[in-house]
């Protein structure tokens, strides 16, 4: 697939699209690009045209010194909208990328017909923090292997007990796709920094907030935080899958949004 770039200020934002039919924005978290969204892809496209970026920091997009800010990551999703010509799409946003599709739909409410997040957060200090055992790899990161390292944070993006052969399969991903350093630190500072809980109220567009019981990354507890205060919106949370659950449980996932989106 060629890519495609969309100018957002001085930094170019690449993307690429797949299938025909109602436009369909996939914005992706820390550390994944494109092709983190894996084995969704394709069953979206056969019904969707399919939109997925890389954010900034990562992939063929630029990397600008940080740190970003999740506002910065919102101009340019709407950024590659107009490069595409989509007026309005839906959208559906994972981790950091669900705080960036946030923003995108209070920003530019007229952009965002129906929003789905997933595993994530509203930030701030009234969300519900990291889990400790991501907050304790995040410690010993500088102690282990960067190799070593990649595949725990793999490991812990997964429910426990994860077949081995997914891991491999993701673990091998990323080290094809290694992030830039300068890239990754400026997304986790946007990330870091992000408080959009007094903004919830302002959410317009119907939306469904799915998360795994599991997710040792992001607390399940904020799925409930989300669909409290976002005046249309419902909680799915899918039993026993962890924050990557779209791998875990692709076909779930896909029946979930498309069941939405109809």
Known sequence: MTDSFAQSGEIRIAYEEHGEGEPLLLIHGLGYGRWGWGPVVAPLAGRLRVVLLDNRGIGASD????????????EDAAAVLDRAGIERANVVGTSLGG????????????????LVLACTTPGGERAFPFPRGTLRLLEQTQQLEPLVALRRFVENALAPGAPEALVDEIAA?????????????????????FDGFDRLGEIAAPTLVLHG??????????????????????????????????????????????????
């Open 63 to 74: 990397a600008p010194p940080g740190p970003y800010s999740v506002a910065q990551m919102a």
């Open 213 to 262: 019981t599991a997710d040792e990354v992001v607390d399940p507890r904020n799925a409930g935080l989300l669909a409290e205060r976002i005046p249309d919106a419902r909680a799915e949370l899918l039993e026993g899958a962890g924050h990557l659950f779209f791998w875990e449980q692709p076909h779930e996932f896909v029946r979930y949004v498309m069941e939405f989106l109809a």
């Open 173 to 193: 991903l990323r080290v094809a796709n290694l992030p830039d350093p300068v890239g990754w630190a400026a997304q986790a500072a946007a990330a870091a920094a």
């Open 99 to 114: 705080m960036v599709a946030q923003q995108l739909v209070v920003a530019h409410p007229h952009r965002v017909d129906r």
